[in-house]
């Protein structure tokens, strides 16, 4: 089964960012999805059947922005973002969520915002994080994939590996100069199959300026046959 790709998406500057990236991963032999999070279900129902529609329609241009106007879409309906996307990770079986960073990101950084830290505390699926204004390169490859792990657990060489493997890049020391990806284990201490920042982990976040993709404790992310993207 290829790797199943969630985009958290609400039409915002820095979730186009999020496209991106989810997009660049769906080369690698994955399926991609799109998600988007309503807070409230309005009292008037006539009211209602709109903004169920404008959210389609919203989820429509991220197909848009993903290059895959076919792509499945998800509107859910959940008092919080990232406890929403949680569960219907969880119950859909999804691989990868993929978020923005914060807002008020520099350009060319990682900030993980509130609804992103619901899913590297406990979450169920890996966690990846676009830097603010990749939208805006165009000609962004991961060719350089560097690895960060503590302990024995393997899970985030072997994403590495997997992912390196479908798209031709490589797997380079972290110390060895510009990465186009970093993939991150979880904590030793982490739950089997759940995802869980370290101290050091989170530092590497702070610094990064490359996206990031962050793996459950002992759960490889498996990517498969590249797909040719026009």
């Known amino acids: ?73 998800h509107v859910i309906l959940h ?8 569960e219907l990770a969880e119950r859909e079986g999804v691989d990868v969520v993929v978020f923005g960073s914060d807002y008020r990101t520099a350009a060319g950084s990682v900030k993980p915002g509130v609804s992103v830290q619901r899913l590297l505390s406990g979450g169920p699926s890996a966690v990846a994080i676009a830097t603010a204004h990749l939208r805006e390169r165009p000609q962004y490859e991961q060719r350089r994939i560097g690895v960060l792990s503590e302990g024995p657990d ?29 993939v991150i284990g979880s904590r030793p201490e ?16 702070d610094l990064s300026r490359c996206p990031v993709l962050v793996v459950p404790r002992g759960t490889a992310v498996r990517f498969g046959t590249p797909v040719l993207v026009a």
Do not use: C, F, W
């Open 1 to 73: 089964m290829p790797a199943k790709i969630l985009v958290s998406y609400d039409d915002t500057a820095n979730d186009r960012d999020a496209a991106t990236l989810g997009r660049l991963l769906g080369t690698a032999g994955a399926t991609v999805e799109l998600a988007y999070v309503r807070h409230d279900r309005g009292a008037d129902p006539s009211r209602e059947v709109l903004r169920e529609e404008e959210a389609h329609e919203l989820l429509a241009r991220g197909a848009q922005a993903l290059g895959a106007q076919d792509a499945r879409r």
């Open 79 to 86: 008092a919080s973002t990232g406890a929403g996307l949680r």
């Open 154 to 182: 393997l899970a985030a060489a072997e994403t590495a590996q997997s992912l390196a493997d479908a798209i031709g890049a490589d797997v380079v020391d972290t110390r060895s100069g510009d990465l186009d990806l970093l």
């Open 190 to 205: 982490a739950e089997l199959g759940r995802v869980m920042l370290s101290a050091v982990a989170e530092y590497a976040i």
